[in-house]
Every structure is written in C-alpha cells, then in structure tokens.
C-alpha cells in the first residue's frame, strides 16, 4: 500500500509504509567519537519519536498547503484542504503551466462527482484512518526497532541537529507483517535538539528485498528514501520535502519510481471544516494557479 502522503504530511514515518519487510543489512556502523554518550544518544531519540507520535495523533489543527509532485514523466501541483471528513485536493497546475480548459473542465467534473456522492469521501477518509493507525503502530515500536548511534553535529532545515545512524536491531522481533517493515531499512536521522523533534530522515536499502512473501514482486538493492520536516508555523511541524528512487518488480514487470514530493504554503485552516467547505475554498482560490506552486 503506498501510503497516501499528500493527505497526512504530518506524519514523519509514512516512508516506512512504503517498503515492505526485508532482510536487515546487519553491518556494523562507523565507530565515532560521540558528544553525546550512548545513554544520552538514545534518551534524545526516544523523546523525538515521542514528539512525533504526539504530532501524529493531534489531528486539531488542519491545515492547507501545496503539493508539488514530480517525476521524469510528469510535473503536478495540487491545493489541499485537510478536514474533519478527509483531505479533499483540487489540482492547479500540470508541468507548472495553469490547467487547459479541457484539464479544468474534467477537474471541475470530478469535484462535482464527489460533492454529489459522501461515499467517494468517506472512503478516503477511511483509508487515511487506516494508514494512521499502522503508523501509530510503527511510531511506538521505532525505539525499539533500531540501534541508533551518535554521528556528530549536522544542519537541517530549521539550523543545527544532531545526526544519528541507525540499523535494524537484531533482538527486535516484529509482531506482524506490516511491524517487519522496520527491518527493511538502514540509514540516517537528524533530530533539532532544542525542539526534540526530527528533521530528515534517510533510508537505504542494503540488498535485494522481496516483498509478499516474494510472490507480489521485489524491491532492488540499492533504492532510497529521503524526508525532511520542518515548522510551518504556530509550533505545528509537517513534512515539506519527500524524495524516493526505486526498483520494483511486480510480477514480470520492472516499475522505476523516482518522485520528489514538495509540500509548501501551510496555513491554517478553520477548526471542523467539512470536505464539501473545502471544495468550495479551494474553487474561490483556482485563480491562484496561475501564479505558481512556490
């Protein structure tokens, strides 16, 4: 399931959604001249995974923001509106050009479609309700999944933090299969240490990983992730930078994924907004596309 990012930015550890359960590396990590002692490495840590599970389960403060997705093949933007029923989306531009009439008359129909029809909404929400709950899951276990090790000093998007390198813990037995997707990675993650929260986050895949027991299809060695967080104001962190370079073989197939996600203009939005609200918020500001998605 790759989990839906442009309706839950807040939500640090989606990444891991997106990589099934794999074989960890098992190398040892560069020893290091530590400031901050195993103790102290691992205390500030846990408090910044306690952070973001707080974040992920603070659903009181919606936001609306700008998606802008690329890939080799295509260039879209999208506002979006989080609300009490769901994040609702309308996009604005396509290869950062204003949408064509044909683009904005079958945009403008498949906003109509789901005014008409609260199912269509309600199944999303569902979906997200879903995708919330396993990384709730994820978020709790992350302490324990990984051996964390200090790096040294480094800088994130909001100034200094300290790096950590982690790998999988090999006394870590996940429970089922979506927890055996903590396993898959190794890497880095960079936490402000006066806010406790973490600001990037990368992870690499060490070897070749089946996934679906090996039946669905396998993810080729050397694939990564990368994604960083930051304030967006009011104290409110979200996802502002997502990058994925991927092999998949499904089947017979081999599907390339290379996507940058960029989440930018974050503003509040008004506290119990209804999806049907939203859509009207984002057609009053569908002139605005043709300014730019920065």
């Not at 990675?185 to 090996?214: K, N």
């Not at 990058?243 to 960029?262: A, G, H, P, S, W």
Request: net charge positive; charged share 25%; aromatic share 6%.
């Amino acid at each position: 399931m790759p989990a839906k990012l442009d309706s839950v930015p807040r939500l640090l550890p989606l990444l891991l959604l997106l990589l099934p359960a794999a074989a960890a590396a098992g190398k040892p990590l560069p020893a290091v001249s530590p400031a901050l002692t195993p103790a102290q490495s691992q205390a500030l840590v846990e408090r910044a995974l306690a952070a973001e599970l707080r974040a992920a389960r603070d659903t009181g403060h919606p936001m609306r923001y700008r998606l802008r997705k690329s890939s080799p093949r295509l260039t879209s933007t999208k506002e979006i509106v989080e609300t009490r029923d769901g994040a609702v989306a309308r996009l604005v531009l396509i290869g950062d050009q204003p949408l064509s009439q044909a683009d904005e008359e079958r945009e403008e129909a498949r906003l109509d479609g789901l005014i008409s029809d609260p199912g269509r909404q309600r199944h999303r929400k569902q979906g997200e309700e879903g995708d919330i709950g396993i990384v709730l899951k994820l978020l709790r276990m992350l302490p324990q999944a990984y051996l964390y090790q200090y790096a040294g000093a480094g800088t994130g998007l909001a100034g200094s933090a300290e790096k950590f390198s982690f790998r999988p813990n090999p006394n870590f037995s996940p429970p089922d299969m979506e927890s055996q997707a903590l396993t898959a990675m190794s890497g880095e993650i960079w936490i402000d240490a006066a806010q406790e929260r973490v600001t990037r986050l990368e992870g690499h895949l060490q070897q070749d990983t089946d996934y679906g027991w090996g039946i669905l299809g396998r993810l080729d060695k050397g694939g990564w992730i990368v994604l960083e967080q930051a304030e967006v104001g009011g104290g409110q962190w979200r996802i502002v930078r997502f990058q994925m370079k991927m092999n998949l073989r499904v089947l017979f197939k081999n599907r390339y994924i290379d996507t940058t996600e960029e989440m930018t203009q974050y503003a509040p939005a008004p506290a119990r907004l209804d999806y049907r609200q939203a859509i009207r918020m984002l057609r009053a500001g569908a002139g605005d596309g043709a300014k730019g998605s920065r």
